[in-house]
């Protein structure tokens, strides 16, 4: 029988260090399409993942069990991006060739695989243009699919705030989305 993350977070504490490694076994991918998402490439993400599991690893000791892990990591998973998004790691997006060179094959390039690929480009430097409190509510609700409340726990905001921040959002990307299809 699996674990629950109480459990592993108690015998990491007393010494464990496999249930440490369960645990990140458990949140890494999760981790990482947070600070992706986020970051809007694969080797910021690497290393907020990196970071925020080393953070995990030193607080579990200290961890309250107010909210779950997940909670938490998520919390920490946004901190740690928007710490790398001031300090002007992030430079630029991935150039659009570069994205279609690695989603689509180089013989099977029809037209539905290259419109799909240049809506989902177009949306993800919408999204990355946003401002870091927005992208992230944008993010949580609209790929995670969290609930407001639930959010706003996350990032220690009202609900109404988190609402108006992702509404905010919507009506930003579906600007820059319509702007740039008909271009």
């Keep these: 029988m699996e674990k629950t993350d ?5 015998a990491f ?4 260090e496999s249930s ?8 890494q991918v999760k981790v990482y399409w947070i600070a992706r998402r986020s970051l809007g490439n694969h080797a910021d993400a690497d290393d907020i ?29 946004i901190n740690v991006s928007l710490n790398a998004i001031r300090k002007n790691k992030i430079k630029e997006l991935v150039p659009f060739n570069e994205i279609l060179e690695n989603i689509i094959p180089d ?13 989902k480009t177009i949306l993800d430097r919408a999204v990355h243009r946003l401002p870091a409190k927005q992208k992230f509510v944008f993010n949580m609700r609209f790929h995670e699919q969290l609930p407001f409340n639930e959010i706003a726990n ?18 930003k990307v579906t600007e820059y989305v319509k702007r740039e299809i008909n271009r």
């Design 6 to 10: 109480s459990e592993l977070i108690e």
């Design 13 to 16: 504490t007393n010494g464990d």
């Design 20 to 27: 440490f490694n369960e645990l990140v076994k458990r949140y």
């Design 49 to 77: 993942v990196q970071e925020v599991f080393i953070r995990m690893y030193r607080g579990l000791v200290n961890f309250r069990h107010e909210s779950n892990l997940y909670t938490w990591l998520y919390r920490v998973t």
């Design 107 to 119: 013989d099977s390039r029809t037209d539905a695989i290259v419109l799909e690929a240049e809506y």
């Design 154 to 171: 996350i990032l220690k905001k009202s609900v109404g705030g988190t609402k108006a921040n992702y509404f905010h959002a919507v009506k």
